[in-house]
């Protein structure tokens, strides 16, 4: 077993290998392996087979992208759909980490301060202006679970900024929560939902 702090010094190179590979076309479980380890932020982070669904359909679709909680996916983003994403963080400090990330492997992302605020019966991102519209694909990896609401917010506030036939990935979906989410979802938007595993859980592929 690697020594922490052996592991920690090597992230930096275990993620420029990452994304080095990833921008020259090598996007397998290996690529997508050295990206989460050199990303870090465990507990967090997206796990490699849920990393690989976004980038197959963020490259599959050439509308615009909304993501929701910034992290790895954001520089992923950055490389195969350039200047077709916004991402909602709601942490000015991981905000400024993600925006120094890119901004050191030359990759360009649109990182927008997001506060959570009250929409009366839950919190979600305020949303800027312009934000956007017609998003073709949402990315829901956020909020935080302890969020009041969780991540229910996402479709009561933007559904009128989405294309028809929009798809939202939505991570984590193992858990109580969001199959509690997922459910109100169907019920009162009339979503359908297909649940894909990974070695780590589930994510779910919403069409809305």
């Given amino acids: 077993m690697i020594p922490w702090r052996l592991q920690q010094a090597l992230r930096p190179v275990a993620l420029s290998i990452g994304i080095f590979a990833f921008r020259h076309g ?123 609401g969780g991540r229910y917010g996402l479709l009561p506030s933007v559904k009128h900024l989405l294309a028809e036939k929009a798809i939202i990935l939505m991570d984590d979906v193992e858990r109580a929560d969001e199959q509690d989410i997922i459910g109100r979802w169907k019920r009162e938007f009339g979503v359908t939902c297909e649940e894909p595993r990974t070695r780590h859980g589930r994510y779910a592929i919403v069409g809305v």
Avoid: M
């Avoid at 400090?93 to 992302?109: D, I, L, N």
């Avoid at 009250?118 to 909020?143: H, I, M, R």
């Fill in 26 to 148: 090598f996007r397998n479980s290996q690529t997508y392996q050295w990206l989460s380890t050199g990303w870090g932020n465990e507990g967090w982070s997206a796990d490699a087979a849920y990393l690989e669904a976004v980038c197959s359909w963020a490259s599959q679709l050439r509308g615009s992208i909304l993501e929701c909680g910034s992290g790895l996916s954001t520089i992923l983003l950055g490389i195969i759909a350039q200047g077709r994403a916004t991402t909602l963080e709601h942490l000015p400090e991981w905000q400024e980490q993600v925006q120094r990330a890119a901004a050191k492997h030359s990759v360009g992302v649109n990182v927008l301060a997001a506060p959570l605020v009250n929409y009366g019966a839950f919190d979600w991102y305020s949303l800027p202006k312009p934000a956007g519209n017609g998003f073709e694909l949402v990315l829901c990896d956020g909020p935080p679970s302890a969020t009041r």
